[in-house]
T-cell receptor, first 112, second 111 residues
């Protein structure tokens, strides 16, 4: 089992460029999450998907869109990147009824 | 507004002694609390959790205490080992859908 995988590991974008962060899990989990981690801010929830076909906003959804492509995959899209979106992005998943989340290794994004 | 707070950014402890990490929360509707451990350049990994209907949960060297009246939880690690050096995040759940994380406490265990 690979667990939760994220691609890419690193990315540098110019302001205004777009990109999609990919996340996949092979644990048959129902729920998937996207977080961002900024210095002094902890992890903040961007979007989550409680099941295939549903998505909901978290604490900081502005500037992002998500797609739950199937049960395994949950992508995060930045349509027009801004320097304020420079962060480390983590994807996570969990099995419904069990509160423990499994996290991917993260994507470090820099927007210049 | 931060609903889960970890007011100590860092903590240093001698090997073999007890480490106590603290976490405060504001939302009385949180139903589950978790601690995660994070090493640099890795994702957080689950450590231990506690339901809001309990006040203590133990797993080996790790014990989590919950004081609902004070809206406070703590993680005790005893004895502390150098491999425990990491950043520790507490997290709180609303119905198992949304999770709120603290800002983390960096623990250094000195050999």
């Amino acid at each position: 089992n690979a667990g939760v995988t994220q691609t890419p590991k690193f990315q540098v974008l110019k302001t205004g460029q777009s990109m999609t962060l990919q996340c996949a899990q092979d644990m048959n989990h129902n729920s998937m999450y996207w977080y961002r981690q900024d210095p002094g801010m902890g992890l903040r929830l961007i979007y989550y998907s409680a099941s295939e076909g549903t998505t909901d906003k978290g604490e900081v959804p502005n500037g992002y869109n998500v797609s739950r492509l199937n049960k395994r995959e949950f992508s995060l899209r930045l349509e027009s990147a801004a320097p304020s979106q420079t962060s480390v992005y983590f994807c996570a998943s969990l099995f419904s009824g069990v509160y423990e989340q499994y996290f991917g290794p993260g994507t470090r994004l820099t927007v210049t | 507004d931060q609903q889960v707070k970890q007011n100590s950014p860092s903590l240093s402890v001698q090997e073999g002694r007890i480490s106590i990490l603290n976490c405060d929360y504001t939302n009385s509707m949180f139903d589950y609390f978790l601690w995660y451990k994070k090493y640099p350049a890795e994702g957080p990994t689950f450590l231990i959790s506690i339901s809001s209907i309990k006040d203590k949960n133990e797993d080996g060297r790790f014990t989590v205490f919950l004081n609902k009246s004070a809206k406070h939880l703590s993680l005790h690690i005893v004895p502390s080992q150098p491999g425990d050096s990491a950043v520790y995040f507490c997290a709180a759940s609303l119905t198992g859908n949304q999770f709120y994380f603290g800002t983390g406490t960096s623990l250094t265990v000195i050999p």
